[in-house]
């Protein structure tokens, strides 16, 4: 294990919390077949709410890369996703049209959501460190990529209509990006100060507990 990433070895110590929300309950109903549409429509709703607030927080992390970083394509690499981020938002709205669910009023946060979303703003501050902020973006996404993965494999009996979602987050390209992202995470955390780790690896427990969250909240409706 000698040139492992410390996102790897964070990973190995934090196993369960990791599997628990990449392979959760929700994920494993897409790709068993047995999902609830209700609970894909609450999905919905409440992932357009988080994207919403995502993208400030990726603007805020394109400010980090450029003041703090030391390596330029890191803004090259974040500046990307911001551009898909684009593309996502105007897929939410199609596909709630499709679906028949209302995005604007009176669509309201759920508690996990709200609290998500209030985590991402506390990274997006001024004083919040671009090593931390980075890790948690690199988490935010790779949940996303592994599970809509899983829901694409050979075993899979994702429902055909589900399919192009899964595509979004589950895909090569996707995949590639995420790597990309681990990449830079793990260049940081290399040169990092014994607080900064302290920090991220909070901060990477701290999404994964959300996510956990998330799932719940859309397989329940609230
Ligand atoms: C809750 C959640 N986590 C992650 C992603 C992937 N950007 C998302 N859309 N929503």
């Not at 196993?15 to 929300?21: E, K, N, S, T, W």
């Not at 003041?67 to 981020?85: H, P």
């Not at 979303?117 to 790779?142: D, G, H, K, P, Q």
Request: charged fraction near 25%.
């Amino acid at each position: 294990m000698e040139n492992e990433g410390v996102i790897d070895t964070w990973l190995r110590k934090h196993r369960l919390l990791y599997v628990g929300a990449t392979k959760h309950p929700f994920i494993l109903s897409i790709s068993d077949g047995t999902i609830d549409i209700s609970s894909f429509k609450t999905w919905l709703g409440q992932d357009y709410i988080f994207v919403r607030a995502f993208v400030p927080f990726v603007a805020s992390l394109i400010v980090k890369a450029w003041k703090e970083s030391d390596d330029r394509s890191d803004m090259e690499v974040i500046l990307g996703g911001m551009a898909a981020l684009n593309d996502e938002l105007e897929w939410f709205k199609k596909e709630a049209f499709k679906w028949g669910v209302q995005l604007s009023h009176p669509l309201l946060p759920h508690k996990p959501n709200q609290e998500y979303c209030r985590f991402l703003e506390s990274l997006m501050s001024v004083e919040a460190n671009y090593t931390v902020a980075i890790t948690a973006f690199w988490a935010i996404e790779a949940v996303y990529q592994e599970s809509f993965a899983l829901c694409l494999g050979d075993e899979s009996r994702t429902p055909p209509e589900l399919k192009e979602t899964c595509q979004r987050w589950g895909s090569e390209a996707f995949a590639k990006y995420c790597c990309s992202l681990k990449h830079i995470a793990n260049r940081r955390l290399k040169q990092a100060s014994d607080d900064e780790l302290k920090k991220a690896e909070v901060a990477l427990l701290t999404v994964l507990e959300h996510e956990v969250e998330f799932w719940n909240m859309s397989r329940s409706g609230s």
